[in-house]
């Protein structure tokens, strides 16, 4: 299992980066937004999701964490530098742990990833979860616990896509208005 820190602390390909992070307890949302503004990158970094080369990296970019409070999920939200989404990408998660400063999350490595809009998506790092639970390092209840949780994200996409956007832009104005 990996202790992912959301402020991407220890993330090497970071030269220069602003972090701010808000608590929200709203009927909107309950948890932890953080916001990384990639100031300088060593390079940018391109991902493949669902067949499409993405940019998701890069000088002027910003990722947008969301930690839901009591969910086995997180979402990163990649922005280009006009502050439009390039890609959601929901971590499935053991816990998220939303103490401000040194927000992290146990990342189980099962992964769904989105393409904004149109709402294509799909579950990657299925390999991942199998290594881990090979090697013991979470149980069997943790494996099937991660592809329930996957599956369900994948629902909620597939019902509720209108509503997990409109969640996130709410995340956004609120980050972005935070001090």
């Not at 040194?102 to 799909?122: H, Q």
């Not at 996957?150 to 996409?157: D, T």
């Amino acid at each position: 299992m990996k202790v992912k820190y959301i402020d991407k602390r220890h993330w090497r390909r970071l030269l220069n980066r602003e972090y701010k992070e808000v608590v929200l307890d709203t009927n909107h949302f309950q948890g932890l937004v953080g916001l990384v503004t990639m100031v300088q990158v060593k390079e940018p970094l391109q991902v493949n999701v669902v067949g499409r080369e993405i940019t998701v990296a890069d000088n002027g970019y910003k990722w947008m964490q969301i930690l839901p409070e009591k969910k086995p999920y997180s979402i990163t939200v990649m922005y280009d530098k006009q502050n439009k989404p390039v890609q959601y990408y929901f971590d499935v998660n053991l816990r998220n742990i939303t103490q401000l400063g040194n927000a992290r999350t146990l990342d189980l490595c099962l992964d769904v990833l989105v393409i904004p809009k149109s709402g294509e998506y799909e579950l990657v790092d299925e390999d991942d979860l199998e290594r881990m639970l090979k090697e013991k390092k979470i149980s069997k209840a943790q494996f099937h616990k991660a592809y329930v949780t996957a599956h369900e994200i994948m629902f909620k996409l597939e019902t509720d896509f209108k509503g997990i956007e409109k969640k996130i832009r709410y995340c956004f104005h609120e980050i972005m208005n935070a001090k």
